[in-house]
């Protein structure tokens, strides 16, 4: 076992359409996708073949993406079936980029657009909704291989979890460091505690009965309140073309040393540095708006470390980012222990498994595909500023179809009215940092490509402050 294939005791069970994934067409729209996405790199030639083989490896464990949504009345997903017409060239195709009239154009700025315009367009519904497109740089053998996939049929960790199932390591790399790994049946039994007696059980069973419900209350409230709030900044209206760019110019190694030195964790100082990108966004762009404090919407994954199977278990958490003008942030190492601390609470929090119960509960009605929730559910996706999701990926280089991948970025979905969506994916020492932007609510074509620089330069300025106290 590799230590990112599914374990060899894992069997594919059709868990059919679950209600949380119904959710996920009902609140897509033109100008929206619920699609998650993700681009290998390559230094070295892959042929079409192999790209393809790979796929109907994955058809084969995963035989969902070999089947489409059966709809009812009204645009309502009612089950999965079979597609009698699935082809393999419908999903997978190749193309190759013109040369670019500047020599000095990098590869992945060529891409930037291309993918923009891939991750823009809708699925055909009448297939099944996935597809792979293997780009080529003109002139050489460097490509590239964009994935994605439709939200319903799983949440991000799955659809990475597939697709991580379909590499192995690269040669002389140790299988032992993966970051996704099933445990064997073995080992799941070995964890597993001596069962309590029954009045124990009973007396547990009826105090996390109450700590539901009082937290039920409690998260409703707060979700309440966020559904009357009134985004300031990025109201522009929204449209289905997009821009895209992404940065890798950060290693982990270098995070670790950051976040070591200030007692914090990874995460948190990825998340500093992205306020602080934002927050320079926001002085450049809309300056009159003096944003104290930022929404972010972050998916928050419920899934146990061998759960392998397709579906959506994800919630979602709300995180407010200090700005620069914050009272609370008057220097780096400050907006760092903000973060921190708001971070800390978030974990404590039973909002996301509150919010995942809610959700998974309420779309499970005919009231979910009814246009007064489905705009309400709309209304409250579009609130946040951003969505941002962290994954860790593997540590490993991997290779895919006979090929290393040199690169590995994902992509989120950009949902509701949200102007930005941006996502952080940590693979074989890299940290890629990718930033989505709707083309009408924050114009600009380089602006993804300004929050990037400036995320990385907020991260250098930590590195500094390091290096300083160090010396």
């Given at each position: 076992?590799?230590?990112?294939?599914?374990?060899?005791?894992?069997?594919?069970?059709?868990?059919?359409?679950?209600?949380?994934?119904?959710?996920?067409?009902?609140?897509?729209?033109?100008?929206?996708?619920?699609?998650?996405?993700?681009?290998?790199?390559?230094?070295?030639?892959?042929?079409?073949?192999?790209?393809?083989?790979?796929?109907?490896?994955?058809?084969?464990?995963?035989?969902?993406?070999?089947?489409?949504?059966?709809?009812?009345?009204?645009?309502?997903?009612?089950?999965?079936?079979?597609?009698?017409?699935?082809?393999?060239?419908?999903?997978?195709?190749?193309?190759?980029?013109?040369?670019?009239?500047?020599?000095?154009?990098?590869?992945?700025?060529?891409?930037f657009q291309v993918v923009a315009d891939l991750q823009s367009t809708p699925f055909n519904f009448d297939h099944p909704l996935w597809e792979a497109v293997l780009i080529r740089a003109?002139?050489?053998?460097?490509?590239?291989?964009?994935?994605?996939?439709?939200?319903?049929?799983?949440?991000?960790?799955?659809?990475?979890?597939?697709?991580?199932?379909?590499?192995?390591?690269?040669?002389?790399?140790?299988?032992?460091?993966?970051?996704?790994?099933?445990?064997?049946?073995?080992?799941?039994?070995?964890?597993?505690?001596?069962?309590?007696?029954?009045?124990?059980?009973?007396?547990?069973?009826?105090?996390?009965?109450?700590?539901?419900?009082?937290?039920?209350?409690?998260?409703?409230?707060?979700?309440?309140?966020?559904?009357w709030y009134r985004r300031r900044g990025l109201r522009g209206r929204d449209t289905a073309h997009k821009h895209l760019a992404w940065t890798r110019e950060i290693r982990v190694d270098?995070?670790?040393?950051?976040?070591?030195?200030?007692?914090?964790?990874?995460?948190?100082?990825?998340?500093?540095?992205l306020a602080g990108a934002l927050s320079d966004y926001f002085a450049k762009h809309e300056p009159d708006l003096r944003l104290e404090e930022m929404l972010a919407a972050i998916p928050?994954?419920?899934?146990?470390?061998?759960?392998?199977?397709?579906?959506?278990?994800?919630?979602?958490?709300?995180?407010?980012?200090?700005?620069?003008?914050?009272?609370?942030?008057?220097?780096?190492?400050?907006?760092?222990?903000?973060?921190?601390?708001?971070?800390?609470?978030?974990?404590?929090?039973?909002?996301?498994?509150?919010?995942?119960?809610?959700?998974?509960?309420?779309?499970?009605?005919?009231?979910?595909?009814?246009?007064?929730?489905?705009?309400?559910?709309?209304?409250?996706?579009?609130?946040?500023?951003?969505?941002?999701?962290?994954?860790?990926?593997?540590?490993?280089?991997?290779?895919?179809?006979?090929?290393?991948?040199?690169?590995?970025?994902?992509?989120?979905?950009?949902?509701?009215?949200?102007?930005?969506?941006?996502?952080?994916?940590?693979?074989?020492?890299?940290?890629?940092?990718?930033?989505?932007?709707?083309?009408?609510?924050?114009?600009?074509?380089?602006?993804?490509?300004?929050?990037?620089?400036?995320?990385?330069?907020?991260?250098?300025?930590?590195?500094?402050?390091?290096?300083?106290?160090?010396?």
């Amino acid at each position: 076992m590799t230590g990112i294939e599914a374990p060899a005791d894992y069997k594919y069970v059709d868990c059919g359409l679950s209600g949380l994934d119904s959710l996920f067409v009902h609140i897509e729209t033109p100008e929206h996708l619920m699609t998650i996405a993700g681009l290998y790199g390559f230094k070295q030639r892959v042929s079409i073949e192999a790209i393809q083989q790979q796929f109907e490896l994955m058809v084969e464990r995963f035989p969902r993406f070999a089947d489409r949504l059966d709809f009812k009345a009204r645009g309502i997903p009612s089950k999965w079936v079979p597609d009698e017409n699935f082809s393999m060239s419908n999903h997978v195709r190749e193309t190759t980029l013109k040369a670019p009239r500047d020599p000095n154009t990098t590869f992945d700025e060529q891409l930037f657009q291309v993918v923009a315009d891939l991750q823009s367009t809708p699925f055909n519904f009448d297939h099944p909704l996935w597809e792979a497109v293997l780009i080529r740089a003109s002139g050489s053998d460097q490509c590239a291989l964009y994935i994605k996939i439709h939200h319903i049929i799983a949440d991000g960790q799955g659809c990475i979890r597939t697709l991580l199932s379909l590499c192995k390591p690269a040669p002389g790399q140790s299988s032992t460091v993966a970051q996704y790994g099933g445990r064997s049946a073995q080992q799941r039994q070995s964890g597993r505690a001596a069962r309590p007696n029954l009045l124990v059980r009973l007396w547990s069973a009826f105090l996390s009965l109450l700590w539901m419900i009082v937290s039920f209350f409690i998260v409703m409230r707060k979700l309440n309140a966020i559904s009357w709030y009134r985004r300031r900044g990025l109201r522009g209206r929204d449209t289905a073309h997009k821009h895209l760019a992404w940065t890798r110019e950060i290693r982990v190694d270098e995070v670790k040393a950051v976040k070591d030195h200030f007692g914090v964790t990874l995460n948190d100082v990825l998340m500093a540095c992205l306020a602080g990108a934002l927050s320079d966004y926001f002085a450049k762009h809309e300056p009159d708006l003096r944003l104290e404090e930022m929404l972010a919407a972050i998916p928050v994954s419920m899934r146990r470390l061998d759960d392998w199977s397709l579906g959506n278990k994800v919630s979602v958490a709300c995180l407010w980012l200090p700005s620069d003008l914050s009272p609370r942030v008057g220097d780096p190492v400050q907006r760092l222990r903000e973060v921190h601390r708001r971070m800390n609470e978030l974990k404590r929090s039973v909002e996301p498994p509150i919010s995942y119960g809610w959700l998974s509960f309420a779309g499970k009605f005919p009231w979910a595909s009814s246009p007064w929730f489905v705009k309400r559910l709309r209304s409250c996706v579009h609130k946040p500023h951003t969505v941002f999701t962290n994954v860790p990926g593997p540590m490993i280089q991997l290779e895919f179809a006979g090929a290393p991948m040199t690169s590995y970025v994902a992509f989120a979905p950009q949902s509701g009215g949200c102007g930005l969506g941006m996502a952080i994916l940590t693979y074989h020492g890299q940290v890629a940092l990718s930033v989505l932007s709707d083309r009408a609510v924050v114009p600009g074509v380089n602006v993804p490509k300004e929050i990037t620089a400036s995320f990385v330069e907020r991260f250098r300025e930590y590195q500094n402050l390091v290096e300083k106290k160090s010396k």
